[in-house]
């Protein structure tokens, strides 16, 4: 009897604590926040000679979509084209490394804008959804209060803004104002702010918005600088920053479990000339436990059960379409409009009116004919 | 008379149908110098349309017509340009009507005073015959139809037309002297457009001049006419005005219709004078220039009526010349309403001084108006100073037109009481100049 009663009291706490474990599971799994990732990638210059802007923005765009990151969930602005300039000798490439060693360009880069598209006006729409209803998905961030998105801007910028296509310029003011619309319409879960620009660190300096982390490659008052001449191609190939940035992922894979302090050492002053520069005071986690592949990758946990389990018994009646909608909201038909009349004491009056001034002025002697 | 005015319709009506029919009258229809925001046919359709969808035509910044205008279209939309030619025919056989009436009394007037011998011996000259009198109906018709100006606002559909019709109607019963019908036409041509009020001076003074009362303001028979035709004009007036709450159910037809043409918030270009000032004038003093100008325009009907107090008739073409030149939106349909009166005072042509260059200056501006359009507009060469100066050209070359024909009309009169050859006091020869 007592055996017995000792059995059932440790299969009970068997039990239980492994459903505690299962109740902790969910809590592991969702301990980064975010169930989702998306990258927005911008080159905003045009012209032959700025190639490394391009070459740029691709070698991010290839770490990403390697780590793990569809294109569906990556949108890319290129305000030029590099691969296929007419200027460009080896057409369809587009190289980072000097040698030609690693087209980023690819066989399956999927540009969302391009050209003239890259405005300031359509990245603000892009960042804060505000786009005509005719967008199609390709060209929408289409995130959600778990997304953690990534931001990398590059071209050529001064001290509080970044400039588009030698045309216009976005503010660090309105970036910052763009990101607080973000937050308020709860498109982030936590967004990392990339720029590669010169004086690039004033860009993030006016960010308010909770969850935000930014790098940038070099300080105010500081150019960041190109990193290798092509002498075959004959312009710069890519940014310093970028270059080493992109170094840096190459040894990132999708497991693995390096965090953000390792980003911030990259491109020390040695090699990059400039200094860069971060800013996490606005990230509510700790910048230690935030992986690399948290915002570059999309990396999910996967954990396979082996339990079954039941579902209830399934609707026996179903509703076919017809039944559920009238008839004339399916043909989506829209009642007459009733067309206005002028309301009948109006006629009466100035008619009445009418016959009188005709009758005064002529006399009642034409009654006669009338009646 | 009868066979010659009719001729004179069909020619008439066949002009505006071959245009109608040809693809100038989309063109026509769209020029800034024929149609205003205020006579537009487009707006009328776009208001009938809001009022078949359940809106108020009123709403927004479209529709400036009269409700009485949209009850007219509501049924007439699908005949319209029947309807406008319809409208210039009337106004021209109202004004034949009316002139041939005018011809009659000015010559029995002027058998009056050859009988008394109030003439002096040497303007003989001067003294109108029926022979030559005898064709002034059918051309004040003719100039009135056969206008290259009539034509154009015509064949736009310009609702500019319809208020020519009121105006001739006016015109035609003050001549034939029924109070009744004066007060009533004049009264719709004021709902229609606020101006004709200025011609309410003009009808008094005819309409007293034709019953015999003296235009003495001490005298109680003069106030009580005045008091009837006022009251007959207010009340139809607040008739009207009445009728058309009746028609929407609001009263937003006043602020649209009244308010836009005295307060003139589109400042789209015309042959006018406000839009380019308005334009350029700073908010502080919008309301102040907007008092003057709208003051000018009536500004003329106390000195003019005191002046041209024996010859009302010439008071109404005077004005009505006033009101195209000075009023907010101005059409080309508005000026040919009083040229068609030049041929009344053709008889005055011996003492225009400025014809030749006034007409020359009408016909350049005429020709210049589309040129600079195009040039402003589409090639973006020119810019609105050129519009605006064959603008102003324009206006004063009308305004110089009309003092013409006042100093030509006020010369004859008096040499018609002092004599041809004027002599100063010491024998030499003297002339008149309108000072």
Known sequence: ?371 | MAAPLTLLLLVAVTVRAALYRSSLADLISERVEVVSPLTAWKRVVEGLALLDLGVSPYSGDVFHETPLIIYLFHFLVDYAEITFMLADVITAVALYLSVKDYNKQVFRKQKYALEADRYPLDCLELIRSPKEMQYIPLKVAMFYLLNPFTILSCVAKSTCGLNNAVIALFVLSTIKGNVLLSAIFLSLATYQSIYPLTLCAAALLYLLQRQYIPVNLRRFSFWWFVAQYAFMYLGSLFVIVGLSFFLLGSWDFLPSVYGFILSVPDLTPNIGLFWYFFAEMFEHFRLFFLCVFQINVFFYTVPLSIKLKEHPVFLIFMQLAVISIFKSYPTVGDIALYMAFLPVWSHLHRFLRNIFLVSCVLLACSALFPVLWHLWIYAGSANSNFYYAITLLFNVAQILLVSDYFYAFLRREHHLSHGLYLKRKDGSEATLVLK
């Open chain 1, 1 to 371: 009897m007592l055996a017995i009663f000792a059995v059932q009291l440790t299969l009970a706490v068997l039990v239980t604590s492994v459903f505690a474990c299962i109740q902790y599971r969910p809590l592991l799994f969702f301990s980064s926040g975010h169930t989702n990732n998306w990258a927005v990638l911008v080159c905003t210059s045009r012209f032959w000679f700025n190639y490394r802007h391009v070459a740029n923005t691709l070698s991010v765009y290839r770490s990403v979509k390697r780590l793990g990151i569809p294109d569906s969930h990556i949108v890319l602005m290129l305000a030029d084209d590099m691969a296929c300039n007419h200027r460009n000798p080896k057409p369809a490439t587009v190289f980072s490394h000097k040698n030609m060693e690693l087209n980023v360009y690819g066989d399956d880069v999927e540009v969302d804008y391009r050209g003239y598209e890259v405005t300031v006006e359509n990245f603000l729409r892009v960042l804060t959804g505000r786009l005509p209803p005719s967008t199609p998905r390709s060209k929408r961030l289409l995130s959600d209060d778990r997304s953690n998105i990534l931001i990398y801007l590059t071209g050529h910028g001064g001290n509080g803004f970044l400039k588009f296509q030698d045309s216009e310029e976005i503010s660090n003011v309105e970036l910052a104002d763009a990101f607080e619309q973000m937050w308020q319409k709860r498109r982030y879960n936590e967004l990392l702010f990339i720029i590669d620009t010169c004086q690039g660190a004033s860009m993030y300096e006016r960010f308010y918005s909770p969850n935000l982390m930014a790098l940038a490659s070099s300080q105010v008052g500081e150019d960041s600088l190109s990193h290798q001449p092509d002498l075959a191609i004959g312009v710069h190939l890519m940014d310093r920053y970028t270059f080493y940035l992109l170094e840096f992922l190459e040894d990132i894979h999708p497991s693995s479990k390096a965090n953000m302090n390792d980003l911030f050492k990259v491109c020390p002053k040695s090699q990059c000339v400039s200094t860069p520069g971060h800013r996490t005071d606005l990230f509510l986690r700790d910048p230690g436990s935030a992986l690399i592949t948290d915002f570059f990758g999309s990396v999910r946990k996967v954990e396979i059960t082996m339990e079954t389990i039941n579902l209830t018994e399934p609707i026996q009646q179903t509703y076919s379409y017809v039944d559920q909608l009238p008839v004339s909201e399916i043909i989506h038909q829209k009642p007459k409009q009733k067309d206005w009349h002028p309301p009948d004491g109006f006629i009466l009056g100035l008619w009445t009116l009418i016959l009188l001034v005709f009758f005064k002025t002529y006399g009642m002697k034409h009654l006669k004919h009338i009646f």
